[in-house]
């Protein structure tokens, strides 16, 4: 496989659930990133990781959990999530954590709360 | 505060002929910007970039022009194949930074 996958690519989950979105990068790239697509909003970033360090936490509630255990691998764990969380979680990668180097993204989650 | 606006949520053009995308960003200190391509159901894909110190940048049938005293970028695709049907997202960063921060997309369809 290439690029950038994101599993599982459906979520459907109640508020008091427990469940862990995966990333998975193959292009040896060293920075990921978590964003949050919202309908009719832009993209947000969530959360930032430069050589499996948090480099950026962008105000995002506790009920959002990153992790990553290495460089190729990324995971936001959800807990008691609300109803507004709905939306498509996209990963993304890039060679360094960088402003000037262009982001590539997986096909995202699409996640929703009842 | 929104730093990098699309105005226009969508646009409509007739195959062949030029497509225009045009964002705006109000923070000065932006210094590389992108361009990306959303197809449904797919993740963002990379199309162009362009950093300040240049005002044009070319890919193909792809160009993207930066005009930094208005604050304003352009993506010209010409000519527009049906296949460039898709949502379009300008994004800005500065260089160094971590972040990118996106428009709101501009959904372009084109015409047969």
């Known amino acids: 496989e290439t690029g950038v996958t994101q599993t599982p690519r459906h979520l459907v989950m109640g508020m008091t659930n427990k469940k862990s979105l995966k990333c998975e990068q193959h292009l040896g790239h060293n920075a990921m990133y978590w964003y949050k697509q919202s309908a009719k909003k832009p993209l947000e970033l969530m959360f930032v990781y430069s050589l499996e360090e948090r480099v950026e936490n962008n105000s995002v509630p506790s009920r959002f959990s990153p992790e990553c255990p290495n460089s190729s691998h990324l995971f936001l764990h959800l807990h008691t999530l609300q109803p507004e969380d709905s939306a498509l979680y996209l990963c993304?990668?890039?060679?360094?954590?960088?402003?000037?180097?262009?982001?590539?993204f997986g096909d995202g989650t699409r996640l929703s709360i009842l | 505060d929104q730093q990098v606006k699309q105005n226009s949520p969508s646009l409509s053009v007739q195959e062949g002929r030029i497509s225009i995308l045009n964002c705006d960003y109000t923070n000065s200190m932006f210094d590389y910007f992108l361009w990306y391509k959303k197809y449904p159901a797919e993740g963002p894909t990379f199309l162009i970039s362009?950093?300040?110190?240049?005002d044009k940048n070319e890919d193909g049938r792809f160009t993207v022009f930066l005009n930094k005293s208005a604050k304003h970028l352009s993506l010209h695709i010409v000519p527009s194949q049906p296949g460039d049907s898709a949502v379009y997202f300008c994004?800005?960063?500065?260089?160094?930074?971590?972040?990118?921060?996106f428009g709101q997309g501009t959904r372009l369809t084109i015409n047969p």
């Open positions: 993304a990668s890039s060679q360094e954590a960088a402003g000037n180097q262009p982001q590539h």
């Open positions: 994004a800005a960063s500065i260089w160094g930074a971590q972040k990118l921060v």
């Open positions: 362009i950093s300040s110190i240049k």
